[in-house]
């Protein structure tokens, strides 16, 4: 299994940024995928999680109303279109994989078994 994220990056205030990451090794919709992130100091955070399937979502309070989470299939990629940044979004984002398959969505970090290296998103003016 091999999961990796693209590039982050640096961004104003108020701004956009989309992360994606590519997927292999397994059936990547037969799982569902998520993005969480750590800043420095502070655990590690859910954001947003994508079903298999149907890609049903479900988003912490952090991105609900500014983060839209997908997938394509065809692809084996995953993505997170973050808008409207702000400052306490700077963190180290990681795409991860549900352990089980066909077994629905989760918010806690150990329900996941494979996770990207990360990349680092910084808010700043």
């Known amino acids: 299994v091999q999961i990796v994220e693209s590039r982050g990056g640096l961004e104003q205030p108020g701004g956009s940024l989309r992360l994606s990451c590519a997927a292999s090794?397994?059936?990547?919709?037969?799982?569902?995928m998520g993005w969480f992130r750590q800043a420095p100091g502070k655990q590690r955070e859910f954001v947003a999680v994508?079903?298999?399937?149907?890609?049903?979502?479900y988003y912490a309070d952090c991105g609900k109303g500014r983060f839209t989470i997908s997938r394509d299939h065809a692809k084996n990629r995953l993505y997170l279109e973050m808008h409207s940044l702000k400052p306490d979004d700077t963190a180290m984002y990681y795409c991860t994989k549900l352990r089980l398959a066909y077994w629905g969505t989760s918010s806690r970090p150990d329900d996941y078994n494979y996770w990207g290296q990360g990349t680092q998103v910084t808010v700043s003016s």
């Open positions: 090794g397994f059936t990547f919709s037969d799982y569902a």
């Open positions: 994508t079903n298999y399937g149907d890609g049903w979502t």
